[in-house]
């Protein structure tokens, strides 16, 4: 089919699942503790639960040389598990399902002018890429790891574009410790397990504060698009989106709701309706959206999450189980270990489609996370006039 996706709820037809194959580590280094700020300093502040290891000056973490924080592979065999069960309930609901080019073994890492760092595969298929309407637009990373993961999806992306797709690339970041504005991590610090973020080391390619920013920092509403920014990075991100979707789109800026991604915050579950992470959020939306409903679901229980070890690098928020996926105006996959948040949907009148998802914590995201919605129904509509 063509490539169609306005929006976050329209019937989905086509989307693309992440793979974790050859999953083994996480990199401590600049990229990966600004990018995971709020859950490290935030969301950790407990060591009998939420421990971090600690850094060096160096910013090399004291129980690995390397900065290296190796995943134990249970808990991959088990993620690459529940994947396939969210591939298998997408498929019952009629949904065609494309996966990315997993990671070669041998691909260990990736290299720049000023930087190395370990690769890690294309899990998160959300983060890098935006789709509006009938465009791909691949996103300037904000985590060194990930620099080349959208071409992992090269094969989905060529096939859809040889359809008529377009197929743009926004400019790459060269990524020294200069490109990064450290305002935010510095800013809103709550303490927590972890130093602040180290000052910048010089190189000879600096060149200033880059454009960086994911897609998942945009929640897309037909001809409208609300984009979270939190940092001059993104703040130069957002001004390309707004230049080249120029009489296509309407952007709407709204302020540091999260360190980066919009979808652990708030999610549009059809049109009129959101999913938020607190009621004060609507404070911080545009104008227009205020007047939608607001479901604020409960508080995540304890027992909704695995334990983990001291040595296992927990990503996100307790709040993880709000990135759910709409798969129409009706139908949303929630995670099975959310009873409460199945019981207040069904209450507004949704379709539950309960799927296993163990390790969200460990891994970064939530079902939102991990897909990328390529085809839906829906069109260039004004859902805010």
């Given amino acids: 089919m063509m490539l169609n996706s306005f929006d976050e709820w329209s019937p989905l037809k086509e989307v693309v699942v992440g793979s974790a194959t050859n999953y083994t580590s996480h990199q401590r280094e600049l990229s990966f503790d600004l990018f995971f700020h709020d859950n490290i300093a935030g969301d950790n502040a407990s060591r009998s639960e939420w421990y971090y290891p600690r850094l060096t000056a160096g910013g090399r973490s004291e129980s690995s040389p390397s900065g ?72 300037p990373p904000m985590i060194r790891s990930r620099y080349f993961e959208t071409q992992f999806l090269t094969p989905v992306f060529q096939r859809y574009f040889e ?41 000879s390619y600096d060149v200033g504060t880059e454009m960086m920013f994911d897609g998942a920092q945009v929640l897309r509403l037909g001809r409208d698009l609300v984009v979270n920014v939190s940092t001059a990075n993104h703040m130069l991100a957002c001004d390309w989106l707004e230049r080249h979707l120029a009489g296509r789109f309407r952007i709407h800026r709204v302020h540091r709701i999260s360190d980066s991604h919009i979808d652990s915050m708030v999610l549009a579950l059809r049109p009129g309706t959101l999913l938020v992470r607190t009621p004060e959020l609507r404070d911080k939306l545009p104008k227009k959206l205020r007047s939608w409903d607001l479901i604020v679901p409960p508080a995540p229980e304890r027992n909704h999450f695995p334990s983990y070890d001291d040595d296992d690098l927990i990503l996100t928020s307790p709040f993880i189980d709000l990135n759910v996926l709409s798969v129409s105006p009706e139908t949303v996959l929630v995670n099975e270990a959310c009873p409460e948040l199945m019981r207040m949907l069904e209450k507004h009148g949704f379709t539950v489609v309960p799927v296993r998802h163990r390790h969200r914590r460990l891994f970064g995201g939530g079902f939102h996370c991990f897909t990328l919605d390529t085809v839906r129904e829906g069109g260039l509509e004004d859902y805010l006039d």
Avoid: C
């Avoid at 899990?123 to 309407?133: K, M, P, S």
């Avoid at 410790?177 to 000052?199: C, H, K, M, N």
């Fill in 68 to 139: 290296t924080v190796p995943i134990k592979q249970r808990y991959v065999d088990e993620l690459n598990e529940d994947l396939s069960g969210i591939v298998d309930a997408l498929t019952a609901l009629g949904v065609t399902v494309h996966r990315p080019m997993d990671l070669d073994a041998e691909t260990a890492e990736v290299r720049a002018l000023a930087w190395s760092a370990s690769v890690v595969p294309p899990l998160n298929v959300r983060d890098n890429t935006l789709i509006v309407g009938d465009e791909i637009i691949e996103t």
């Fill in 163 to 203: 359809r008529g797709a377009r197929w743009t690339v926004m400019p790459r970041p060269l990524m020294t410790d200069a490109s990064f504005d450290l305002s935010y991590a510095r800013v809103s610090s709550v303490g927590g397990p972890t130093e602040p973020i180290a000052d910048p080391q010089p190189t």
